[in-house]
């Protein structure tokens, strides 16, 4: 690539980044492009490999990425995406329409479950539950508190599926309808228990669980199965429990069982 062309890759990408998702990597962009994300800019340090690996990985999609893709030499790539980065390919998305989100958490309809996340704290288990909502086909992810689910290390955790399904940060006045069935030590076996399609599934922050004052508000509490003097699950664990008692392998898409 020409220096001009190099510089030009360059002031698109910090024109089109604010308001932009970063997609780290070629399992974040195929999922994005899978699930018709509006993707404004790809490069990669290495057109060739990485087309070469996408052949492999994501035939589908392979040759969207490389009418996107724009070479630039390695260490500019490392300039434009310096957290973190360690692969040879980034893009930048426009996020999921706030309106399409709402209409598929607010459907009257709705024959899935929202997963609730509240007040989590770790990025890393934020995407790895939007990957989870994705795979079930739940109806989608509601988080409360500070943390942004469509910050970079979320969507990279959630391979890009955030496109895939709905994903948004709500206060408890803006939860979607639904009976809140809560994930809690002191609920009821969930194993006895028949979670209804247009439940709200709550599970609570990794290390202090839910808030009381969601807990108060819950038509339901749900404990999962433990062995006596283990403390805890893992937070993305929970919830592929419980959207794994939700759906049951009869509801499990058949190509995944």
């Known amino acids: 690539m020409s220096d001009d062309n190099a510089t030009e890759a360059v002031r698109q990408w910090r024109a089109a980044a604010p308001g932009s998702v970063l997609l780290d990597g070629l399992h974040a962009l195929k999922h994005a492009i899978r699930f018709d994300a509006e993707v404004r800019q790809v490069i990669t340090s290495d057109k060739a490999g990485v087309l070469e690996l996408a052949a492999g990985l994501a035939g589908d999609v392979t040759g969207r990425i490389g009418e996107l893709l724009v070479e630039v030499p390695d260490h500019t790539l490392r300039e434009l995406v310096p957290r973190g980065h360690t692969t040879r390919i980034a893009a930048l998305a426009a996020r999921r329409d706030r309106t399409v989100n709402t209409a598929a958490l607010e459907a009257p309809d709705r024959r899935a479950p929202v997963v609730v996340l509240d007040n989590p704290r770790n990025l890393g288990n934020v995407g790895a539950v939007v ?15 500070d943390i942004d689910p469509w910050h970079p290390n979320a969507v990279r955790a959630g391979a890009g599926l955030h496109y895939a399904t709905a994903v948004e940060q709500l206060p408890l006045d803006g939860f979607p309808p639904g009976p809140l069935y809560v994930l809690d030590p002191e609920g009821d076996d969930i194993r006895s228990v028949t979670v209804p399609d247009d439940a709200l599934l709550v599970f609570g922050s990794e290390r202090h669980g839910v808030s009381p004052e969601l807990r108060a508000r819950a038509s339901r509490l ?4 433990m062995r006596p003097q283990v403390s805890s699950y893992n937070l993305a664990t929970s919830v592929a429990m419980g959207l794994f008692h939700w759906a049951g392998p009869e509801q499990l898409p058949a190509s995944r069982r």
């Not at 990957?131 to 508190?145: N, P, S």
Request: without cysteine; aromatic residues 6%.
């Open 131 to 145: 990957r989870l909502a994705a795979g079930f086909g739940a109806a989608g992810v509601v988080t409360t508190g």
């Open 222 to 225: 749900l404990a999962l199965p």
